[in-house]
Each structure stands twice: as structure tokens, then as C-alpha cells.
């Protein structure tokens, strides 16, 4: 469709320009109903199920408040250590959209409910930078529409298109850096890791789903650069449809490097938005902002300002919970990890999961032992992140339980974990139905262990020498006997008691 | 106060969304100039510090509780439609790209 | 029983209650009147005869009345959502839509056991002062067919004035309850802002709109105005406190005594632009207040003389952003949607199409205030306006318990005489608009006949915001003073309809 870009060579790009970021995100809150009316706040759901006169913009409809989404702003602007706004206003943004019922976005314009905080950003190597955080402010998502006709789907080239209005209304608080700068190379890894920490602070917070597959959040990465030395800020793209971690670290990167080939060819770079292609990580022009968008901002004359009390401010931030950072530090020390180890742990999202079956009894090297080895291969070859395991670490914990009471061996224990995995119940379910039963009748044992040293005479001798190790091969013959449900260390004591009697 | 041109109109009645004639941007020139000047006198207030009013009513914090209320139904929120599908407003193909 | 029509609604509640006569009978006996005379006056846009009378039948088959009201028959103006009628607005843009909601107004009306006989006209979403803007042709004044009943409810007012109804609604954003009141010899009441609920009335501008009742008299207003009166939670700007005592304080004033009451007289609105008969009335009726007690003085309110340029800015910015909505998508008429063109295309279309001249040219004035580049000039300085009027109220309401003024400033004029010319339009609503701007209540009340054109006028009197009960008692008092005076209600005196075209 677009021609190829030209791009420069990443470190030729950061030996002659330094990146300026700007990162706009965009969160949907969980709560039950919409920024505005009582319908139910859920993604999906029938075509224009959870519409009412307020969300299809009805004439006559009017505007009300969710005292909760407020409430959620005031705890996420307190997280990001901004100032909550003594008072401030709804504003209407105007433009015309077929998403849009109102044509108008209730939004807040020049009073946002937070502003003027910072978030501090661990990068991989445990360098913190922090981001500058502008505003965070409420305001309503869009409904979503289906193209029709297109090759596609997509919105080029199509017929007509369906609206639903689901969506329509969903409370979403949009939260804006101030720029960033001086990152030099790293500015992808910074704008990564940026989109990464405020994720965990909101799931943190429990304020929203934060799935960024699902579009419950969602970034627009401004991007810029200034020659080396030059005092100004170029001009910026905005890079929006940036749907998951890796995705915004490819995208800032590769605005550098298309900008720079262009501004390295004499060329100028036109303010625009910009479209992410998850394809080839690659970004296509969008619609150009000849001029600036004229929004026509004036306060919303159907609600009232908001006054958040002090009292009330100092009583939301008693709710939050620890921050990510602390917490992790926290972790670190009482698991004893190196950084080296936290991080693998961070980059396979396995630390809460963790930390939860440590809350649910096991140890922690237990519980880290079966998510980062067992449950992390499973969701490997499921395709699907470790939290989206269909196993709860209560579960977990319980199968480590089953384990250290003897009950179960690791081998029988991580057939259970398959066979909770596939959906064959809890883990006593899926040992009753599967019918394991770790062999602790010694009789049993000891009439195989007698079969198997009568099948390899020589091993026998080979123990009284002193060669335990040997033992290993009859350990092997009595669990193929037993198929598998017999306690090895048992079979191994049994072994040397036998042969030394 | 500056007179509103013709251009200026067109403009105007493009983020409006209305597909002015020609006839009528001649006349909506003329009468939005008169209006204006008829209006301008507010701009003697412009530099005065004065709280301005956007509220005819000092309310604040007026709140709703988090609670869900029915919906309309399907076939009531497309009651209005000019047209349907699969349960979903039908619109013209809109140009340009998503927000 | 065509005695019916000519009852006030307090006497024909009467009637119902004691059973003396069915609601059936009195509903049948309105719309047999509608039939008869409305296609001369074009009150009504909408009759639900079989409403109507389903309605009267259940307030015959109650047990105990649902209120002081019920039974008696209303003219519902067109722009609040009734489920079982088009809503138009007056507007070609609605024709033919059934909102899926009721308007709250509308739900408490029928709680009340309010006949609703039908929907009347009205300018194009309430914008005018003639009804001549309505899309669905002009309502003709009972007192003279040739001119105009006022506006933007001239349909509510005529359909009183005309006895097709002896109740009706209205909705003043800049005088639309009040000067068509005046025109019409009737009644009409501006609530104070907040006082009644705004949901399901379609949106001209939100920071003025207030909905009303209006009635041949005072006592008949008192008692609508506490049947639709009070909290409504699904509207932000509702004022969560109980509806002022009107009716009391209407029985109060109906004993003839204001000693004690001081009345204002605004000096600014007087002189140039009055016509002389309109002055002659309104100090006539100065001088009958003060035969009844009241201590009359005379109040500056210097900033009400910014009060129509800043109205003429406010309203229209706000309905540029309201009647964004109508776009052709969700509701309402769509044109040229013939696969050729684009979803904006069809909205620029349609909205070109289903909107009048006076609609578009507010829509425009307002786009333009709102411009970035304009704001602080026109929006902006407007709300500085507003502000300063309040403070004028304020100061007045110290010395004085209610201020007064002619309703507006000329009599019914002809229909067709100030439709080329939005100024002079804009004039008939000089001195109502104050009250809009800072919220007050305010209720236009005939003041007799203009000696020069044997035209009704309407002596307008404001009280602060929460004492609309002041309203009642000076107007109740200055009704019957009046009507003793003159030897009978004035509403009696209008011409005999039915032959005349
Ligand atoms: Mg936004
Ligand atoms: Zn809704």
C-alpha cells in the first residue's frame, strides 16, 4: 500500500539525534457501569445490549456522574504522585465521529482532575528513570465500529460501516507524560518500560483490566528528534493502534529511525498521526494535521464541577495499596533474588502469581520452582501469558501441599497440574478421577523391589560395595512396575535396607 | 471587532457539519457580521478580572452511585436507526481512519 | 359541557375529584375543542386522542386521585420525550421519531394522572421568539390570527389562550415560557435553574434551559409547577432540596395583600424600544401592586444591558455542541445515503436538509464563538457578563423581595414582520433573558390589554433562585386585583374562534 520507508541505521540515529518521547495513554476503568449512566461496564457483549438514552446520546439524555470512576482518577493521580485539583470541570471536545454518539467527547480540558506528578521506570539493567507525568484526566471511550466490505475489513476501501455502542461511554482516564528526554539509545526501552510500570501500578491499584489486547489500554507514542545540539524540539508524529509492550518499544523505535532518514535527507518531518503495523512493526501516515484541530473546549453545562475534599483525598490515598516498586523491592529481599533472578521472574509476569501461592502456604522457592519451570513451559506451549493459565496459584499451592504431605510424587504431581490445566476440576478433583495414589504400602513395594533384584543380581552386589548410586536402576524398574505412583526416596531407602539385610 | 468573510463562513459550516449553498454563505455572512457587532459589547468585559459563570447553580460533586441500571434493549436502541444491521447502527463507509 | 373548556384546571380538578364530572368527558370535551379549532391556530404538532382518554378513563377507575391534578388535560410542548408520541423539537430533523424514554416531566405528569392531549408546536429546537421557526409551519395568536402567539412555546401558549387545553409545559431558555405568555394573556412560569427536571427535554442550551408550567392562572401554574417540580437524580444540575410552597403561597396572594412586600422596578428596562401602550400597562400594574401594600422602589441593574449580546453568545455556542448529535446515524432523518457518499457527507447533507435558517445560523454564530481563536472575545467574555448579572440580582434582591418589568417589550407582532431580521428577533426577549442567565426564578402574568392594539401584555416578576413562591404570592395578588379591576379574567376576552380563518 505505502511505499517502503527509508530508515537509518539505529546507531547512526542515536549519534546524531536526540529522541524526545511523549506518551499518552489511555486506561479503561472496571468499574460496574459507565463514565456517565448505570449501563453495565463489560467488554463485548450482544451489539447495543448495554445502551441506553445517556450513551446512544438521545436527545433530551443527560450526563451523571460515576462517583466510583472519580474515585479511581483521584487514586491513580495520587499513584503517580501527582496534585489533585481542588476543583475542576468536565469539557466538551467537539468533533464529529460515527463512534461518537454526542458528537462530543465529555472529556476535561484545562482542569484535570491530577496533574503534575512522576512514575519512576526500572529498566532492564535496574537503572531508574523517572517520567514526568503532565495530567491525568476522565472522559468516556467511543463505541467501536465494523467495516464492511473492505478486503480488509479494515476501513479503506469499505462499503458502509456497523456501529455498536457497547463501548460507548466506558469510563477511561487518560494519563499524559510530560516530554521526555534524554533518554538517548534507550528512549524505546524507557517508553517500554514506562507503558510496563504504569500497568502494574493500575493492576496494582485494581482500577482496570489493563489488557492491552483487549484495548483496555491503550498508548499513542509522540515521537520527535532534535539534531545533536540543536535547541528546539522537531516536530512530532503521533503513533497510535500501539497494542502491547513490545509493540511500543518497536514503534518509538522505529519513528527514530524513519524520522532521521528523512531529516538526515534534508527532508522535514509532517506532524501526522501515524498507524503501528503489527506485521512488520513498521508505521504508516495516517491523517495529516494541516491544522491544528480546533476542538471548540468550553465547560460542560450538564455536569457540575467536582471538589474533591482534602479529607477525602487523604482518605483515598490511605487505599492504596503497596506500589510495584516498593513491593518488588520488598520481594526481592524476602526471596532472596538476585536482580538477575527478579527480572526473569518480572519479564515472565510470574511475581505476583508467586507471591500469591506464597500467600496460599507454599514456599517461595516452591512456588517459584513450579511457575517459572512446570507453568511456564505449559504456557509456552499453550500460546497464552502465564497469568492466563487456567490455574490459580490456591491451586498451586495445593499441589505442593499434596506433594510435601506425600501424598502425590512431583512426576504425579505435575500430571495434576495438566489435568487442572485442561479442565478436569481442582487438584483432588483430577487425583480422584486420574485414580493416583502414591504407593506407600511397603509390602507392595518391597515384593517389586525383590522382582527387580532378582531380574539384575549383579546390582545387588554392586550396593553392598558401596556403589548407592546403582540403586538407581532398581528405583527405575520399581516405578515402571508401580507406573509411576510409588515415592522414590521410599523405593530408594527399601532398596538399601534389602540389600543390606 | 473583525468582520466574518465568506471564506471564514465556509469554514465555519464545514466543522458544523452543514452543507451550506453558496446562496446561503452570502447571507449567513451578512447576518453573522450584524449579529456579532450586535454582540461585541460583551468583549468590554474581556481584560476585567471577573470569576466568569459557567453554572447558573453552585453545585459540586454531584455523584452516582456505581450501581447497574437495565439497558435498553436491542431493538429499542435501534428503534431510531435509519438503518440496521446485525444489530448494529448502519452507517455510510466512513472515511478517514479510527480514533 | 363545552363549559368544560373554559374551567381553570384547579376548578375542573375540583369537578373530577367529587366526581361531579368524569375526566373522560373533560379530556373529550379539549380534544372535540382541538378538533374543532386547532387546524386555525396549529397549536398542536401531535393529538393522542386515544391516549388521552386511556388516561382520563384510569384516573375515573383510581381509587383516590394521584394528585391535586389528576384528570385534567395538558398540552405537552414538543420538545420532552414521550414514548407514546413523536418528539420533534419542531424540527424536520425529528419527524416521525418515538423516543424509547420518557422525559421525567413527562413520567411525573402521568404519575400525577395529568392528561397529556398532545404535543405542541414550537420554534425549531426552541430557537425563536414567534414559532414561525418551527419546520412544521407557524402557530397563529388567538387573539389576532395574523400575529405571532410568541416563542419559542407559542404552541403551549396558544393552545391555552385558544381553551384547547387548560395546562400546558413549556421550556424558557431565553423567555420561551415567559413572552409567549405575555403575548397570549396567559400565564407562564420560568422555575428557578435546576428547579425541574431537564432529562428527556431536548437540549438548546444546558445552562439556560429550565422547563415550566403555564396556565390561564396563577393558582393553575402554582399547582403544575409542584406536580413536575423537584430532585431528579438523572439530572446533574437538579437541585436536590424540596419544591418551593407555590401553591400556598399562591392561596396567600389570592387574599389580596402585599404589605410588607417590596418591589423592585428594573430603571433599565424602560424607554426606547417600548412600545407606549406595553409602558402604560406595565405602570398601571406598577401602580396596582403598590394599591395592594407592596413598598415599590426603583432598582439599577446596569449589567442586564449586556444581558442579550452575552445570551446571544452562550446559547448559541452551547447548541452548536448539542445539535451536534443530530448527524444522520443513530436517529433521525438521513439523506443521499446512495453508496456514493461518505459518512460525513451524508451528516453535512442531512444536517443541511433537516435544519431551518435560524437553527443553522446559531449553530455557526456558535461554532465560531467557540473558535480558539475567538473564545476569550466572545464565549468567554460572555461568561464574565453572566456573572455580573448575577451580581446585579444579588444587589437588587437586598433591598427587594421581587423585582418587575414589562415581560417584553412590544405586543404580539405580525407573523412574518421579523423573520429577515434576527435582531429584531432577538429583541422581544430583552427583558427575560437576565433570569436565564443567573438561574432566577421568573413568571410572566397578564397585565391587561396594550390601549393602542387591544394586545395582550405580561408584567414580568423576578425572584431569587429557591423563592419561586415569591412569584406565586405577588402574582396570585396581582391577578385577582386585576381581574376585580377590570371586571373579569382577562383570558375571557379573547375572540370567539372556530369561523374566523
Ligand atoms: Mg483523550
Ligand atoms: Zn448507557
Partial sequence: MTAVAELMDYAEVVERFDPVLGLEVHVELSTNTKMFCGCENVFGGEPNTHTCPTCLGLPGSLPVVNGKAVESAIRIGLALNCEIAEWCRFARKNYFYPDMPKNFQTSQYDEPIAFNGYLDVTLDDGEIVRVEIERAHMEEDTGKSLHVGGATGRIHGAEHSLLDYNRAGVPLIEIVTKTIEGTGERAPEVARAYVSALRDLLKALDVSDVRMDQGSLRCDANVSLMAKGATEFGTRTETKNVNSLRSVERAVRYEMTRQAAILAGGGSIKQETRHFQEADGSTASGRTKETAEDYRYFPEPDLVPIAPSREWVEELRGTLPEMPAVRRKRIQQEWQLSDAELRDLLNLGAVDLIAATVDAGATPAEARAWWVATLAQEANTREVELDALPITPAQVAEIIALVNSGELTNKLAKQVATGVLDGEGSPREVVEKRGFKVVNDDSALLAAIDEALAAQPDIAGKIRDGKVAAAGAIVGSVMKATKGQADAKRVRELIIERVGS | ?99 | MTDLIKLTAAELAEKVQKREVSAVEVAQAHLDRIAKIDEHVHAFLHVDAEGALAAARAVDEAETPASPLAGVPLALKDVLTTTDMPTTAGSRTLEGWVPPYDATVTRKLREAGVVILGKTNMDEFAMGSSTENSAYGPTHNPWDHSRIPGGSGGGSSASLAAFEAPLAIGTDTGGSIRQPGAVTGTVGVKPTYGGVSRYGLIAFSSSLDQAGPCARTVLDAALLHEVIGGYDPMDSTSINAPVPPVVAAAREGMKGDLKGVRVGVVKEFAGDGYQAGVTRSFEAAVEQLRALGAEVVEVSCPAFTLALPAYYLIAPSECSSNLARFDAMRYGLRVSDDGTHSAEEVMSLTREKGFGPEVKRRIMLGTYALSSGYYDAYYGSAQKVRTLISRDFDAAFEKVDVLVSPTTPTTAFKIGERVDDPMAMYLADLCTIPSNLSGNAAMSVPSGLSDEDGLPVGLQIMAPSLADDRLYRVGAAYEVARNDAAGGALIHQVPELGGKA
Fill in chain 2, 1 to 99: 471587532m473583525p468582520t466574518i468573510s465568506r471564506d471564514e463562513v465556509a469554514h465555519l459550516a464545514k466543522l458544523a457539519r452543514l452543507a451550506v449553498t453558496d446562496e446561503e454563505l452570502d447571507v449567513f455572512a451578512g447576518q453573522l457580521d450584524q449579529i456579532l457587532d450586535a454582540v461585541a459589547q460583551v468583549g468590554q468585559v474581556a481584560d476585567q478580572d471577573i470569576p466568569p459563570t459557567s453554572h447558573a447553580v453552585p453545585l459540586t460533586n454531584v455523584f452516582r452511585e456505581d450501581v447497574v441500571k437495565p439497558s435498553l434493549s436491542q431493538q429499542q436502541a435501534l428503534s431510531g436507526a435509519p438503518a440496521e444491521e446485525e444489530g448494529r447502527f448502519r452507517v455510510p463507509r466512513i472515511l478517514g481512519e479510527e480514533q
